[in-house]
């Protein structure tokens, strides 16, 4: 909670307001095929979460989670606010017709959405534009088995997420020399050279915002991953019994398989704040889930 400045302090962390959740979970399991040699099961489970802020007791009708989230009364615990992007400049007309930016800003620069209808692109035009939570979240498992040789899949997903790459203030704008992804090759270059329409022209200063934190930085986090997959035989009975076993099996398995996804950076599962649910779906450069090839032995005496 923010501080009047006579108090001595910028801000202090209290228990207020109040919060609605509402959602429902789905859980579905069956026996596809149950014969002597072959059997396969499935499993899926969806769920679905609304979150809303009823009210905020210190008065205000929104704080600040951090430079671009705030807990706003209506929406979300820490919604994305931010000036929102709504294309590229392509000509000089369009800039001229469009609100006052700045003085400087020519065609190939970012064109923003004037919230409050003043004419003018200020701070003042920073509106909500994403949210965090997923609209749902899903799982998939399927496990088939043949005799003594088993074979399960496990895939999941999110849907409708954003997540706020902050990481692309670094290799998204081409100010600098850093290595750049490569979506930024595809930036604009001229009227005839448009690019892809999402990455602005090259630029080294942010007098039109193009480097600022905006909703420039601000993607899709949905994602399908192949979670594991995972191969085993058991090995049959009698064999075990002349080893004097109770039970032997073999199997490999593969962790974080492959992930589908337009999220740019390296895993849509990264977070830079860990559980802190006041700052969630941010990223800078989150280390990604490591892909893991594991093979192995289980044996009972």
């Given at each position: 909670v923010t501080l009047p400045g006579a108090s001595g302090f910028g801000s202090s962390t209290q228990n207020i307001g109040e919060v609605e959740n509402k959602g429902f979970e789905l859980g579905i399991n069956s026996d596809n095929v149950l014969s002597k040699d072959f059997q396969w099961h499935t499993g899926f489970n969806i769920?679905?979460?609304r979150n809303k802020v009823l009210s905020l007791n210190s008065g205000a009708v929104r704080i600040a989670n951090s430079d671009f989230q705030v807990t706003q009364v209506g929406s979300p615990i820490s919604s994305f606010f931010l000036l929102k992007v709504i294309g590229i400049f392509q000509t000089a007309d369009e800039v001229a017709k469009s609100p006052v930016q700045h003085p400087r800003v020519v065609p190939g620069d970012l064109k923003f959405e004037d919230a409050n209808k003043d004419g003018r692109i200020t701070t003042a035009d920073r509106t909500l534009t994403g949210s965090p939570w997923p609209d749902f979240t899903w799982g998939f498992d399927n496990k088939f088995s043949y005799k003594s040789l088993s074979l399960s899949v496990s895939i999941n997903g999110t849907q409708g997420n954003s997540l706020f790459f902050s990481g692309g203030s670094v290799v998204l704008n081409a100010a600098g020399v850093q290595n750049q992804l490569?979506?930024?090759?595809?930036?604009?270059?001229?009227?005839?050279?448009?690019?892809s329409g999402v990455v602005q022209r090259a630029i080294r200063n942010d007098y039109a915002f193009g480097i600022s934190n905006t909703s420039r930085y601000l993607f899709d986090g949905s994602f399908v991953k192949i979670r594991n997959i995972n191969l085993s035989y058991n090995f049959q009975a009698a064999f075990i019994k002349r080893l004097k076993l109770q039970s032997l099996s073999v199997y490999a398995d593969a962790s974080n398989v492959f992930v589908f996804t337009d999220y740019p950076s390296f895993d849509p599962e990264g977070s830079t704040s860990g559980d802190n649910i006041?700052?969630?779906?941010?990223?800078?450069?989150?280390?990604?889930?490591?892909?893991?090839?594991?093979?192995?032995?289980r044996v009972a005496f």
């Open positions: 769920s679905m979460n490569t979506v930024v090759a595809d930036r604009w270059k001229s009227l005839t050279d448009p690019g006041s700052k969630s779906g941010l990223d800078f450069f989150s280390y990604p889930n490591p892909r893991i090839f594991s093979l192995g032995v």
